[in-house]
């Protein structure tokens, strides 16, 4: 038995929310410590959770008990932050998008081998029940050569006009629908068909002025993408080049939510879920062999979490912690890492300016 690997969380919206708990109830971590540059809500965080407390990055880098960090800040501050932290030799979980652009991440990348050091990336849904019961489905030939795939994640948290303007409005603050869901979309793609060797979207501004939120009621512009239309080349380990649909919106109101279509020449598969609420709970997945009727899959319980929360990210961030912690603890890289992440920014890199030498 080794011990856990005692975790700092740097960032407390999503830090506080899913990854406390989910460090709490693994048996390979153990939280103990907290950072936020505000003394008011780390003060307030530290109180409730019991721990001690850092507003300087480089004290808290500084304590022998921290040997990892959880850095779930928004993306700005994030490369900064990990590239600190991983020359002061501590191992990493990375929120996505992990930087502003795949540069960032392969420096990062570069850093983290340098050190022997062991990054994961919170790519949560290959840990989600279902999509890893789907990844079998392909991965074991059930559905043949893959001929289609079609990916709609269409949300609404963003379609009221009122909601303030924040870093998410701002392209250049990593805001935007790619680094919200694009990220996660393209991992999916990548680990179930193979990686993207050419993309080309169309980038929509549906909302281009928000509230300031400081009760002013002055508007500020909005610059990043509401909606994206992607199409894209995949390409399988085995060489074949799957064409590709990924359709992102966090401005529908009463959209589908998130709906993935697998086409392939002995079989179709659909895993969805029109919860609006709940990013993880509420999928389904459907199977057909040939030209018969789809039908529901039951959820194999191989694949089945022990403990679920109301918050559906909790469960498979603390799987992700779980791959993490035993990767470090055996010296090996992580898989989703950051060679997963280099892929998925690379294709948000690619939507917004155009793939070199590809398509405009």
């Known amino acids: 038995m080794t011990s856990p690997l005692r975790v700092a969380i740097a960032g407390l919206g999503i830090g506080e929310k899913v990854h406390l708990p989910a460090l709490r109830a693994c048996a390979g971590t153990t939280p103990v410590a ?3 540059p505000r003394p008011e809500r780390l003060e307030a965080a530290c109180r409730s959770a019991e721990l001690p407390g850092y507003g300087d990055f480089d004290a808290l880098l500084a304590d022998p008990a921290v040997e990892a960090l959880v850095i779930a800040t928004p993306p700005a501050p994030r490369f900064e932050l990990a590239e600190r932290a991983l020359h002061a030799g501590k191992h990493l979980l990375l929120e996505k998008p992990v930087a502003l652009c795949a540069e960032q991440v392969e420096e990062l990348q570069r850093l983290a081998l340098q050190r022997g050091l062991t990054v994961a990336v919170d ?38 006009p009122t909601r303030p303007w924040n870093w998410y409005s701002q392209a250049a603050a990593g805001g935007g629908v790619l680094g919200a869901l694009g990220t996660h979309a393209f991992d999916i793609l990548h680990w179930l068909v193979g990686p993207s060797r050419s993309l080309r979207a169309l980038l929509s501004t549906a909302i281009g002025e928000r509230p ?15 909606i994206a239309l992607v199409q894209l080349e995949l390409e399988t380990a085995q060489g074949q080049v799957v064409p590709a649909q990924l359709n992102l919106a966090s401005v529908t109101r009463r959209g589908r939510g998130c709906w993935l279509e697998l086409y392939g020449r002995d079989g179709t598969a659909v895993l969805g879920s029109d919860n609006q609420a709940d990013y993880v709970h509420g999928f389904g997945l459907w199977h057909s062999r040939g030209g018969e009727p789809l039908r529901p899959l039951e959820a194999e319980a191989q694949w089945g979490f022990g403990r679920t929360w109301a918050d559906g990210r909790i469960a498979p961030v603390l799987r992700l912690h779980s791959w993490w912690s035993e990767a470090v603890r055996e010296g090996r890289p992580m898989v989703p890492g950051l060679g997963e992440a280099v892929s998925s920014q690379r294709c948000c890199d690619w939507a917004r300016h155009g793939q070199p030498g590809g398509i405009p």
């Open 34 to 36: 907290l950072w936020h």
């Open 212 to 226: 300031l939120g400081d009760g002013s009621g002055r508007l500020a512009g909005v610059d990043a993408e509401d």
């Open 123 to 160: 790519f949560e849904y290959r840990a989600v029940p279902l999509f890893q019961q789907l990844a079998a489905l392909v991965a074991n030939g059930d559905l043949g050569e893959l001929l289609l795939v079609k990916f709609d994640w269409l949300m609404s948290s963003r379609a009221d």
